[in-house]
Nanobody
Framework: QVQVVESGGGLVQPGGSLRLSCAASGGIFSFNVMGWYRQAPGKQRELVAAITSGGSPNYAASVKGRFTISRDNTKNTVALQMNSLKPEDTAVYYC??????????WGKGTLVTVSS
């Protein structure tokens, strides 16, 4: 059974930085696309950033230039470095990993709050 666990959320002031980490384990040797999504109160879940097994990233327009996604294929981990955070980045951030069979696995989420 695949488990996906996020860590690194918290409270940060506008303009600050946070680093989210996600580890996938159990049952699958490697994953295809790994990514981060977020859901703010009253809004739909949206893609923040994703990265292929070959290291090609894709970012939402709202975070491009501020967030950086990276992954370690040997450990099945993916990280999201978030800089220049804004109040509108406040949300629950979810990690999603996709197997090569097209099955998606989600973490339970970690809360990021950007506030002074």
């Amino acid at each position: 059974q695949v488990q996906v666990v996020e860590s690194g959320g918290g409270l940060v002031q506008p303009g600050g930085s946070l680093r989210l980490s996600c580890a996938a384990s159990g049952g699958i040797f490697s994953f295809n696309v790994m990514g981060w999504y977020r859901q703010a109160p009253g809004k739909q879940r949206e893609l923040v950033a994703a990265i292929t097994s070959g290291g090609s990233p894709n970012y939402a327009a709202s975070v491009k230039g501020r967030f950086t996604i990276s992954r370690d294929n040997t450990k099945n981990t993916v990280a999201l470095q978030m800089n220049s955070l804004k109040p509108e980045d406040t949300a629950v951030y979810y990690c999603k990993v996709e197997s090569y069979y097209g099955v998606n696995y989600w973490g339970k989420g970690t809360l990021v709050t950007v506030s002074s």
